[in-house]
């Protein structure tokens, strides 16, 4: 069993949609987790951090963490074509320790 | 603020040159670099991590050989890809964490093609 599982998708959604991208993981030394955007040949972008369980919002993003289930989630509302973009969860047991990240979901957001 | 400047943002060489890879920190002190590799429709796999002034720690399966890592200074750590074979060509990312816990900054990739 891999650290980290993220469906790779492609996920494919009209503008105006909300998306729900999931990740879950199998070690409980993770305690920080992050939402990576990534557009084709770029490096990857910080979109959110969160280290508690529960909800975190930020604008259209919302990220929800449940250690309990070791499952991290990420919404966006009302997504708009510029969100196209490949999205990795990441996540780490702290203290600048290295990122474990998911394998990256594709979404495409049509007009 | 927290930029890591990579360069080049793309390369193609010959079989059998090298080719390094720069990241500069370019407003923090980066103690530590993580190197990673990007296969197309894949995620980043970690090749190595490097901290200033000491041997770089590779993952399994990284020719330490092959894959040269040098963090000689604060704001600077360099990658070379030596005897570069098509099988290298890659999308290659450094990181390194700024802030505790989840402040990690990414390089904006080099494309490399070994012809």
């Known amino acids: 069993q891999k650290e980290v599982e993220q469906d790779p998708g492609p996920l494919s959604v009209p503008e105006g949609a909300i998306v729900s991208l999931n990740c879950t993981y199998s070690?409980?030394?993770?305690?920080?987790f992050m939402w990576y955007r990534q557009y084709s040949r770029k490096g990857p972008e910080l979109l959110m951090y969160t280290y508690s369980s529960g909800n975190k919002e930020d604008g259209r993003f919302t990220a929800q963490v449940d250690k309990s289930s070791k499952y991290i989630s990420l919404f966006i509302r009302d997504s708009q074509p510029s969100d196209s973009a490949t999205y990795l969860c990441a996540m780490t047991p702290g203290g600048s320790e290295k990122l474990v990240f998911g394998k990256g979901t594709k979404l495409t957001v049509n007009p | 603020g927290a930029v890591v400047s990579q360069h080049p943002s793309r390369v193609i060489c010959k079989s059998g040159t090298s080719v390094k890879i720069e990241c500069r920190s370019l407003d923090f002190q980066a103690t530590t670099m993580f190197w990673y590799r990007q296969f197309p429709k894949q995620s980043l796999m970690l090749m190595a991590t490097?901290?200033?002034?000491?041997?770089?720690?590779?993952e399994q399966g990284v020719e330490k050989d092959k894959f040269l890592i040098n963090h000689a200074s604060l704001t600077l750590s360099t990658l070379t890809v030596t005897s570069a074979h098509p099988e290298d060509s890659s999308f290659y990312i450094c990181?390194?964490?700024?802030?505790?816990?989840?402040?990690?900054?990414f390089g904006s990739g080099t494309r490399l093609t070994v012809v």
């Open positions: 990181s390194a964490p700024w802030a505790t816990n989840y402040g990690y900054t």
């Open positions: 070690n409980s030394a993770f305690q920080y």
């Open positions: 490097s901290n200033e002034g000491s041997k770089a720690t590779y």
